[in-house]
């Protein structure tokens, strides 16, 4: 059975910095691309990053481009995402997603984890 | 870039069919075959109901369909039952290798 469980958010004050983690089971994690996508409460979907199978290519939006950074470990089987700088409008759950192939779409997520940003 | 434009709200009644447009431009929806379509409930994950603009994963009912026009693609429920009401979302590959989603859309079963 695919899982993916994020861990990491919380309560950071604004310009501070949160390092989320997915793990990931039930398939040969190092194969599949993975992303991030975050709601904001009661908002739409929104892309926050994508990583290639292997590590080397990333993808952000112009919202998050230079301050959120994506990065896996493929012998640790885990997902992360590096967020600094981080703003008010950041706030929101934090889901990663398995990307069925080729720019397809996400097949699998996990049940996502908060993160707040306020003083 | 700016998110697809869907309708705010859907309603049907049990056994009907309705469909959930999403516009977006040449540099999205119509420049790529990478469109998918994603069912969220209250408190839940999103689900992958559509991939590739017209495949469906194992698993998702039949009576979920996808196509695809110019810079529009589509989502059809048939046979609409009460699981089915939802939030849905489409999203799409873009020009600057970046996802995109829709603003999403409400499915109200009456």
């Known amino acids: 059975e695919v899982r993916l469980v994020e861990s990491g958010g919380g309560l950071v004050q604004p310009g501070g910095s949160l390092r989320l983690s997915c793990s990931a089971s039930?398939?040969?994690?190092?194969?599949?691309?993975m992303h991030w996508v975050r709601q904001a409460p009661g908002k739409g979907l929104e892309f926050v990053s994508a990583?290639?199978?292997?590590?080397?290519?990333?993808y952000y939006p112009d919202s998050v481009k230079g301050r959120f950074t994506i990065s896996r470990d493929n012998s640790k089987n885990t997902l992360y995402l590096e967020m600094g700088s981080l703003r008010p409008e950041d706030r929101a759950v934090y889901y990663c997603?398995?990307?069925?192939?080729?720019?397809?779409?996400?097949?699998?997520w996990g049940q996502g984890t908060l993160v707040t940003v306020s003083a | 870039q700016s998110a697809l434009t869907q309708p705010a709200s859907v309603s049907g009644s049990p056994g009907q069919s309705i469909t959930i447009s999403c516009t977006g431009t040449?540099?999205?929806?119509?420049?790529?075959?990478?469109v998918s379509w994603y069912q969220q409930h209250p408190g839940k994950a999103p689900k992958l109901m559509i991939y590739?603009?017209?495949n469906r994963p194992s698993g998702v009912s039949n009576r979920f369909s996808g196509s695809k026009s110019g810079n529009t693609a589509s989502l059809t429920i048939s046979g609409l039952q009460a699981e089915d009401e939802a939030d849905y979302y489409c999203?799409?590959?873009?020009?600057?290798?970046?996802?995109?989603f829709g603003t999403g859309t409400k499915v109200t079963v009456l």
């Open positions: 039930g398939f040969t994690f190092s194969t599949f691309a």
């Open positions: 999203s799409s590959f873009t020009s600057i290798a970046t996802y995109v």
């Open positions: 997603a398995r990307e069925v192939g080729g720019w397809g779409g996400a097949d699998y």
């Open positions: 590739e603009v017209t």
């Open positions: 040449s540099s999205d929806v119509g420049g790529y075959n990478y």
């Open positions: 990583i290639n199978n292997e590590g080397h290519t990333t």
